[in-house]
């Protein structure tokens, strides 16, 4: 080989891999601009794509549901009996960039309940997971004390409620072959408490028609849990440590964690359930009470 042959080979060797740095490069930055770009913009999130149905998400837990859901790729329809409140919190999902549909129901009322599924059908084509989250709370009162109203009032709103939910959510779910149900029960469904036996009753059949629907719907790809709650710093824990005469601070001088749990604690334990983490839970109820047991 002579000096213009060795010359000409280098010359093409240092032309070639210069074009493979460049490639390299260009490769390296697309991938960090799309990085960039991703980490920029709204990220697609764990639930993408996923449909979510909640009942009574106008405040509270069930309001901090729906907006964790819908900030993590959900598109969530969700019911409460309060207008206005419901499309405040419809507005800021929104606002945020989540999609999120309000629509005014009553779970005591079963053709509301019907209506509200059917409408998150129409409107997303399926239900991948319900949170049937809806309740009421009513003053303390001993059983000799408490009313009938006061009794068709909670059990049709805890019990009766969740019963029609799932009544109408499963059949979605058996059609389109599979999906998740999280029912919201009590650590009252657990103990017994002064004051509110009708209340903590209703929870503990919301317990039970949980664990039911386990055995009914487990060999149809449907999983059902409930959530156990205690102290929650929401405006029905205001209500009713006004009703009983404490405070918040004395409410929970007895539990181990000396604090109520926030809402979206309860929102994460949620979304912990349907999560392809859990895969494998079905028919338990959790109890998130910061280590209290009542």
Known sequence: MNASQTVEQRRRFLTGATAVAGAAFAAVGGAAAATQGAGSGRSAGRFAGKVVLITGATSGIGRSAAEKFAAEGAKVMFCGRREVLGREVEAGIRRAGGDARFMRADVTVPAQVEALV????????????????????????????????????????????????????????????????????????????????????????VMHLTKTAAVEYGDKNIRTMSISPGWVDTPMMDRATKAWGITKEQAVAGQPSKRAAKPEEIADAVMFLVSANAAYISGTDLLITGGWQG
């Open 118 to 205: 059917n409408a998150c059908v129409a409107q997303y084509g399926r239900i991948d997971i319900a949170f049937n989250n809806a309740g009421n709370d009513l003053p303390a009162k001993s059983i000799a004390e408490t009313s009938f109203e006061d009794y068709d009032s909670l059990m049709n709103t805890h019990a009766r409620g969740v019963f029609a939910a799932m009544k109408y959510e499963l059949p979605v779910m058996l059609r389109q072959g599979g999906g998740q149900i999280v029912n919201t029960a009590s650590v009252g469904a657990h103990n017994a408490y002064a004051g509110v036996s009708v209340y903590t009753a209703a929870k503990a059949a």
